[in-house]
Each structure stands twice: as C-alpha cells, then as structure tokens.
C-alpha cells in the first residue's frame, strides 16, 4: 500500500510513447471486440497496400498477448463505472505490477534465509530508488516482465528448497510459461532460472537433465505454437532467430549504454544495484555464489540480448534508459541482500544511505517532467534526440543535470497538477505516512492484519475518488470538450458493432482513448492527416485542388474501400462542419 501511494502521487496518466498508445488499442480490442487489432491508431500505422483476400483491413498489434488480456480487467472495470476514464484506469495496471513485484521481493529475500527486516529494506531499495519508479507511471510491458521473471525465480528457489514438489515444479512452468507470454525476450532470462532450481550437479544427473528439459519444453511449445497459430496476434515477436538479423552496427553503443554509460546504463539510473558488487563479494566469501552467477547471467543475456536482437531500435524509444534492462533490477538487488543485512554496521549504513539518497534523487527527476521535455532542453547539435550519446555520457548533459534546470518552464508530469487536484496529492502522502507507521510497527512487534486491510481499503477507496475527479477535469484528454462528450451517447445509440464510425484525422484520438465508453457500439477508427486538411483558418492546407482525391492520402482512399467492403455502414465525425467556411473537409 506505502508503494502503491508513492506510485498514485507521482502518477500521470498520460499516454507516454506509441508503444503504449498500440497497447492500449489492443487492450480495448481485445475487451470489445475479441481481437487483438489497433483501430484508433491506424492514423499512425495505415500500410501502403491491403491483402484482397483478407476479411478485415485493421493490422494486429504485433506484441504479446497477456499484458494485453491482464490489463482488460481495468478497462473492463472502468468502461462499467461511470466516471472511470479508461486511460486514467489502465495506467494503474503498473502502479499495481511494480508495488507486487516489491512484495514478492520482500517474501524472496526471506525464503533465501534473511530476516524481515533486511527484506523490507531490500523491497524498498527496490521499491522507491530504482528504475521501477518511472516505469510505474507508463503502460509498457517490461514491469509485467519483470514481475513474471521474478516470479518464476522465486518459484524455482522455493522447488530446489522443497526437493522438488511437484506442485512447485508445476507453478515453475505456469510462471515460466507466464513470462514468455508476456514477453518473448524474457526468454533470455531462462538460463539465471535454471542456475536457481538445480541442485548440485554432482549426483544429480538425471535430475539436472529433466529440469532443463521442463524449461526447455515449455520455452519451445509456447515459441512453437505462436509461430505457428499466432501470427495474425503477434507478428514475429516470437520469431527470435528471423530477429537475429538486426544491424549489428549498433551492437558496441547499446552495450556501452546499458553497461558502463554514466548516464545510461542500469547503474548509472538505479545507482543503488552498485550494492551488489560488495553483495556478490560477500557471497563468494560464504561460499554461496549462485545468485552472483544469477545476477551475471541476467546482466549480460539481456544486454546481450537486446543489443542484438534491437539493431538501431536499441534505446527502446521514448523512455527513460535503460528501458530493456527493467527485468535485472530485482536479481542485482538479491545479489546485494548481504550488505543491507550489514546496514546496521556504520560504514555499510553510510553507503547504503548515500547510493539510496542519490538514487531517490534520480527517480524525482525521472518522474517530474515528460521524457520528451528533456530532449527538448538538449542542445542543438543533438536533433534533439533523447538517445544523444553526449546526453548518456557527459556530465553536463545527463538527466539528473539537466531536468531540474527546466522544473520552472517545463509543465510537470503529475495528474493532479495538470488537473488542479492538489487535494489528492494531501490524501496520498498522508497514506504514504500511515503505511509508513504501519511498516516500523510490523518490523517491531505482531500486529493484527486488520490494519493492513484497512490501509488497504483507504487506498481503493482514495484512488478510485481521485479518479473519478480527474475524469471531469483532465486537459490532457479533452475533459471539458462538451460537444465531445454529447456525441458519446449519440454514437451509442445510432451504431452497431458491425458498424465502423471513422474519424476523418486524429485530432479526437486521444479524447476516445479516454472516454470512449460503449457496450454495443460501431469500432472507432481513426484516418491520418490529410494533406488537403484546413486545422485552422490560420493554417493553409498543404494540397489545394478542386479534386477531391488530391486531398486524400491515397492510403487513406484504398483504406475507406476496404472498410466499405466489409460493412454495410460507415459513419465519419469529421472536426468541422459546413457553419464554417474556411473547412476543407476531403474525406467527407
């Protein structure tokens, strides 16, 4: 719950990247429709040609399949209970993945013989001074990763310690099986989980043998069936060897950037992983080196990994580095449980306070401004690109420098600013302090668990009030848009879902995103700009013609056809109406 409040105060729900923007797509989709295909956001993704024989022109988001099907339940919930904004609801999906993934950290660090209180400080470390903070306030995938990773560690730990149960070795292959799913790179991760669950090599031959086996197995049948039965769901993502293609131009800068850049690299933004170098020290002297080789091998097969499976993809996008690298995190954190457990010493306190401080201070700039804005304040020389290697490399230019110089003109990344809410900012830090309290008297004395569920309680109750407040004032999605917001209902009641409403550009994506609430109602998808399109009376269109088809993208036209091939109606919602003359509207 102390998690949970820290993630809703720094919490945003803004629609960070495309990436998460094609998630989300898929997420309605699959809730209304079924399907895993993108509708609002083929205004970004209109192919050049169309497949005559297929019976439906919208692509498939090429991503896998179970963030997509978790996340439904919250878009469910939301597009059930009015006053629920449908973006604002999805994005608690991380904040509720990072806060787990900290607890069963917490209940990890204990089954590897540790004490409660060494555990708490571990999820914490990992809770509140890590990557994991920012990631909370996004919909990417790469929280989910690394919580089903984590899972499955711990999983195979607890078989080894039961002497292999069977009922531990099934809940190996569901949680393997659930990482895969999530995404297929977690794949990389299998050689650190065989290292947990085997038992001592010598002896134990057979053993070892049917334990690579089952990883194996269910690694292959998941890979063998997506390739097979899953490509109008997923693309190649399962296709690992077809991706082994990518540039390798690129191979030196993405592991420089992941490993060793002082602006970049997974220590350079979690500072608090450096604990596991005097960690791993600690364990090879208590003989005890096999999450040392853990820690290793997650490091290395996942920087390896995505620097040659990405090519010039490497950064991963708009986001804040090293975006690939999320899942490793928790395993460099195990490797440094030896030295929380000395933070009672007053040299190893000092260096855990220190790095835990620094580390805050990154996660505070990390979560304040849009990841955009930072490229923005770069100089001219780097285009302005948030992968510039002077800005993961020169002291100058590294995040933590540079984004506290634009706290003043920058707009701050927090809801409840935007909105003008600072109530709920109250509300939440107050619970941060009541859990807080909770937690110092949990570590000190048995407690009932009723005040557990009690804070519990007050954080659905808070968040779910906060919401419905950001949802009738949010600008982000158009919130007092009314002549918007009176053609919901409309649509509701004049369309089918067999029927498709078009949106002649994207302007009003985003506000559908949000507040697009239907049960029984046409798919909504939305065309790009067109070159004959008037926004304003200020702005001339780029194509002036008396042809109607001079105005439209021809990807644009070819598309409608296709659309009108498969349904008996179409509606458009065009911007502007014929009251105002200066409007070009091709499409109409």
Not at 202 to 225: D, E, M, P, Q
Not at 283 to 292: N, S
Request: proline share 6%; hydrophobic share 55%; with cysteine.
């Amino acid at each position: 719950v102390m998690l949970a409040s820290v993630y809703m105060l720094v919490y945003s729900g803004n629609i960070e990247s495309g990436d998460s923007k094609l998630l989300l797509n898929a997420t309605g989709s699959f809730y209304r429709f079924g399907d895993f295909r993108i509708d609002l956001m083929m205004s970004e993704r209109l192919p050049a040609t169309f497949d005559p024989n297929a019976d439906n022109p919208l692509l498939a988001v090429n991503a896998e399949p179970l963030p997509i099907i978790l996340a439904s339940g919250l878009y469910a919930l939301a597009n059930a209970v009015p006053g629920l904004g449908l973006v604002h609801t999805v994005w608690l999906f991380n904040v509720l993945v990072v806060a787990l993934a900290a607890c069963v950290l917490y209940v990890y660090v204990q089954a590897l013989n540790y004490d409660a209180r060494t555990a708490l400080w571990a999820a914490l470390a990992f809770g509140l001074t890590t990557i994991v903070v920012p990631y909370s306030k996004t919909f990417f995938r790469e929280p989910l990763t690394l919580l089903t990773i984590l899972l499955a560690a711990y999983v195979a730990e607890r078989a080894r310690a039961s002497g292999y149960r069977v009922t531990w070795l099934a809940g190996l292959a569901l949680a393997v099986g659930a990482m895969l799913l999530t995404r297929a790179a977690a794949a990389f991760a299998l050689p650190a989980i065989l290292v947990i669950v085997l038992p001592e090599l010598r002896g134990n031959a057979g053993r070892v043998i049917g334990l690579a086996l089952l990883l194996i197995g269910v690694a292959a049948g998941i890979f063998l069936l997506a390739n097979l039965f899953g490509g109008g769901i997923v693309g190649d993502r399962y296709d690992l060897l077809g991706r082994l293609g990518a540039d390798r131009d690129f191979l030196p800068i993405a592991l420089h950037s992941y490993l060793i850049s002082i602006g970049g690299s997974i220590w350079a933004t979690s500072p608090v992983t450096l604990l596991a170098i005097p960690g791993a020290y600690w364990l090879l002297r208590q003989r005890a080196p096999r999450y040392v080789m853990v820690a290793l091998l997650m490091l290395v097969a996942f920087a390896l990994g995505y620097a040659v499976l990405t090519g010039p993809h490497w950064f991963g996008g708009l986001s804040w580095p090293p975006r690939s690298m999320i899942p490793v995190v928790p395993f460099l954190i195990l490797a440094a449980v030896p030295v929380f457990a000395r933070g009672r010493q007053r040299g190893w306190g000092l260096l855990v306070l220190a790095l835990c401080a620094f580390s805050l201070w990154v996660q505070i700039t990390a979560v304040s401004v849009r990841w955009g804005d930072y490229a923005d304040a770069l100089p001219p020389e780097s285009n302005h690109l948030i992968e510039w290697g002077d800005g993961l490399n020169v002291v100058q230019y590294l995040r933590w420098i540079v984004i506290p110089q634009i706290w003043d003109t920058a707009a701050l990344d927090f809801a409840w600013v935007r909105a003008g809410l600072p109530l709920w900012v109250v509300g939440f830090a107050a619970l941060i302090v009541g859990s807080a309290a909770w937690l110092w008297r949990l570590s000190t004395r048995t407690v009932r668990a009723r005040g557990s569920l009690a804070l519990l309680l007050a954080w659905l109750v808070l968040t779910f009030v906060s919401l419905q407040a950001l949802y009738a004032t949010d600008p982000r999605y158009a919130a007092g848009n009314d002549a918007l917001h009176a053609m919901l209902p409309i649509i509701e009641q004049e369309t089918t879902a067999d029927d498709i409403v078009i949106l002649s550009n994207p302007a009003y994506v985003d506000f559908f995103f949000n507040y697009g609430k239907w049960h029984d109602a046409a798919r909504t998808i939305a065309l790009p700009l067109n070159p004959g399109d008037r926004p304003s009376p200020e702005q001339a269109p780029e194509v002036t013609a008396e042809n109607p088809d001079l105005l439209v993208k021809m990807q644009s036209v070819s598309f409608i056809y296709e659309l009108a091939r498969g349904h008996d109606r179409l509606w458009l919602l065009e911007n502007f109406g014929p009251a105002l003359p200066w409007s070009v509207r091709p499409v109409e």
